[in-house]
């Protein structure tokens, strides 16, 4: 079925005119239409339109040549934090109310350049907080392979829509964990780039000094051809690199002799899992086989990342969601004065992990509280980023689970806020130091059957490096062949 297709194969039978950009849409949309009530990936989606991306792409193709739009024909779907002009953005929230975006973020005005067919909003926590997508304004989101389970979050959507084959792959954002839990807990490939690699431009912010827009898709190939689309400087997020944009797939060459792998002590941690502790401890066994080199490393400052990442993330999403004041954008309650408007709006707009965070990121904010615990924050995250920056000159890339357990189920944690941030424990200090982290599947549980990530974390700008290493790993397992029964 084209749905199942990675992108690499779609590509390949579109060029060579086997089957139609129209098929392959419709495909989706079937697959949409038969397993999206049980998942619910997609908040919404538009398949009219889809269609008529599908059949100018159709007339492109039959234009015949060559072509470099890479991605020419091929359905990606997008999380509802992402602008897509004239398409619906709310972030999972009922703060948003009606509103419509007026342009394109950067990387949906390069997937699009890229010929691609851009649909459907999916699924998330609100403002992307939270681990299970238990926290979105319109419904749960399902895991493939257990539908009494979480799909993961705050990318849920993403993640669960690619593993049910209802799109060929789709984009992300990762400020402490989004892409690559969810990943790990659907058994897709979910890649995290370094911070600054990939344009923020039409991301709707929560933690701007750790937020990073990534792809997920089937296979490491399919994340190698969407970073080198969406990588790259742009003048209208001044916190991208003007790094070259490599190859990526040129790397993918399956040599990984002689490359040194950190394993960190710290991650031996009591909540792990022993069937993820077997899978990752196979994982490495594979990697030594390959002809690396598997080195002990420590990342000493490992028990602090999940306090100050909440400490860091709340204070930034304090400030940046000032804006959904009920004026500008969206829904509004009115009131007596515009302070009473102001606070009816969001007391009825935000749902309360939102303004639990909220609440936090003034505080640790406030005069008094910034010293002892901002600032201090900042302090310790330059050390987690040292201790990396520090392994990374004995090894080239570090491995870890990405999740201490595989998907929980829904309702289990979403009582209890610390429980479910501690979820993120292995997936959070990449964040804070801006290096690049990706997550592929390294195996299943047995009863019931459900996927386990393997985590590679690499240096800043080493996407390439990891990307080699990851495929390597995939191309020697059978893991990434796997499909839930739907
Ligand atoms: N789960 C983490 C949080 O709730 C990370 C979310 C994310 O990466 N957007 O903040």
Redesign the pocket.
């Known amino acids: 079925m084209l749905n199942q297709l990675t992108i690499s194969e779609l590509t390949a039978k579109l060029a060579r005119r086997e089957v139609s950009a129209r098929e392959a849409t419709q495909a989706c949309l079937d697959q949409i239409a038969r397993v999206d009530g049980a998942i619910h990936a997609f908040i919404s989606h538009d398949a009219a339109d889809a269609l008529a991306q599908a059949d100018a792409a159709d007339k492109e193709l039959s234009q015949g040549g060559r072509t470099a739009r890479c991605l020419l024909g091929v359905p990606i779907a997008v999380k509802d934090v992402l602008a897509v002009k004239n398409q619906p953005l709310n972030c999972a929230s009922k703060i948003l109310g009606n509103f419509i975006s007026p342009y394109d973020a950067t990387v949906i005005e390069k997937l699009k350049a890229a010929g691609a067919i851009v649909f459907g909003r999916l699924n998330m926590?609100e403002f992307?907080?939270?681990?299970s997508t238990e926290n979105s304004a319109f419904g749960l989101t399902r895991n493939p392979w257990d539908t009494t389970r979480i799909p993961g979050?705050?990318s849920g959507g993403s993640a669960a829509a690619v593993a049910a084959d209802e799109c060929l792959a789709s984009l992300g954002?990762?400020?402490?964990?989004?892409i690559r839990?969810p990943a790990a807990l659907c058994g897709c490939v979910g890649l995290k780039p370094t911070y600054g690699r990939v344009s923020r431009y039409g991301l709707v912010a929560?933690a701007s000094s750790l937020d990073q827009i990534g792809p997920f898709t089937k296979d490491v190939r399919d994340a190698a051809t969407l970073l080198g689309v969406l990588s790259g400087v742009d003048p209208r997020d001044s916190t991208s690199v003007p790094q070259p944009v490599p190859d990526y797939a040129a790397a993918l060459t399956g040599d990984i002799k002689g490359l040194k792998l950190g394993l960190p002590r710290e991650y031996l941690i009591g909540g792990l899992d022993p069937e993820v502790k077997a899978a990752v401890d196979a994982a490495v066994k594979k990697f030594t086989e390959l002809g690396a080199e598997i080195v002990e490393i420590s990342l000493p400052h490992t028990d602090y990342a999940v306090a100050t990442y909440y400490i860091i993330?709340t204070a930034e999403a304090s400030a940046n969601l000032a804006r959904f004041d009920g004026i500008r954008y969206g829904a509004r309650v009115e009131g007596a004065d515009s302070i009473e408007l102001y606070a009816r709006t969001r007391g009825a707009g935000f749902g309360p992990e939102v303004k639990r965070r909220i609440i936090l990121g003034t505080y640790v904010l406030s005069s008094g509280y910034h010293d002892a615990y901002y600032l201090q924050a900042q302090k310790v995250r330059t050390l987690i980023r040292n201790d990396f920056l520090r392994a990374f000159e004995k090894v080239d890339a570090i491995v870890t689970p990405t999740t201490p357990t595989a998907a929980f189920r829904a309702g289990e944690k979403s009582g209890d806020p610390l429980q479910m941030?501690l979820s993120?424990i292995f997936t959070i200090s990449c964040n804070l130091a801006g290096i690049p982290g990706i997550s592929l599947p390294c195996g299943f549980t047995k009863a019931p059957k459900l996927p386990i990530g393997l985590q590679l974390l690499g240096q800043p700008f080493g996407e390439a490096s990891l990307l080699k290493i990851a495929h390597a790993y995939e191309q020697s397992t059978p893991w990434h062949k796997e499909k839930a029964a739907l």
């Open positions: 926590d992307a907080m939270g681990s979050g705050s954002s990762d400020t402490g964990g989004s839990q929560f993330a941030y993120d």
